[in-house]
T-cell receptor, first 114, second 113 residues
Framework: NAGVTQTPKFQVLKTGQSMTLQCAQD?????MYWYRQDPGMGLRLIYY???????DKGEVPNGYNVSRLNKREFSLRLESAAPSQTSVYFC?????????????FGPGTRLTVT | DQQVKQNSPSLSVQEGRISILNCDYT??????FLWYKKYPAEGPTFLIS?????DKNEDGRFTVFLNKSAKHLSLHIVPSQPGDSAVYFC????????????FGDGTTLTVKP
């Protein structure tokens, strides 16, 4: 039982390049999330998917797109990377409908855009 | 407008003493609150939660208190251990979107041996 896995762990991009961050969970969770964490700040929600086939914008969606490929997988795409997107990206998953709503996080992807 | 605030960026306590981490929120629709713990280079891990129908929830050394009228919650760790040194995030959720949480900026706890 791997929980939430993310690839890659580290990535360096040049401004304007594109890339896709991959996330998968094996806990049969309906909901999945993408966050970014900048130094000294909390987790800010980029996009989330309440269930397979649905996606919604979070607090900071600009410059990103997502795909909920199936129940297990939720990918985040940067079409044209900018230095402001240098951050640590976390994927998470959770049950829907309670009784508890804690999220399970992956280990993160550290992205640097030069 | 930050809806979940952790006003203390850092806290240092002696091993064996109590650690108290605080969190304030502004959105009265929040009805489920969680604490997460994060070690460097790892993802956050769930620690403890509380529903708005309760004012206290306890799990071993960890207790969360909720004061709805003050829109304030706190996490108590007793006794504190060096392994508790980490960043602690407070998070809040609302109603049917309970899985979707808003996070505070975190408090870095250092427990000195």
């Amino acid at each position: 039982n791997a929980g939430v896995t993310q690839t890659p762990k580290f990535q360096v991009l040049k401004t304007g390049q594109s890339m896709t961050l991959q996330c998968a969970q094996d806990m049969n969770h309906n909901s999945m999330y993408w966050y970014r964490q900048d130094p000294g700040m909390g987790l800010r929600l980029i996009y989330y998917s309440a269930s397979e086939g649905t996606t919604d914008k979070g607090e900071v969606p600009n410059g990103y797109n997502v795909s909920r490929l199936n129940k297990r997988e939720f990918s985040l795409r940067l079409e044209s990377a900018a230095p402001s997107q240098t951050s640590v990206y976390f994927c998470a998953s959770s049950r829907t409908g309670g009784p508890s709503y804690e999220q399970y996080f992956g280990p993160g992807t550290r992205l640097t855009v030069t | 407008d930050q809806q979940v605030k952790q006003n203390s960026p850092s806290l240092s306590v002696q091993e064996g003493r109590i650690s108290i981490l605080n969190c304030d929120y502004t959105n009265s629709m929040f009805d489920y609150f969680l604490w997460y713990k994060k070690y460097p280079a790892e993802g956050p891990t769930f620690l403890i939660s509380i529903s708005s129908i309760k004012d206290k929830n306890e799990d071993g050394r960890f207790t969360v208190f909720l004061n709805k009228s003050a829109k304030h919650l706190s996490l108590h760790i007793v006794p504190s251990q060096p392994g508790d040194s980490a960043v602690y995030f407070c998070a809040a959720s609302a109603g049917t979107n309970a899985g979707k949480s808003t996070f505070g900026d975190g408090t870095t706890l250092t427990v000195k041996p």
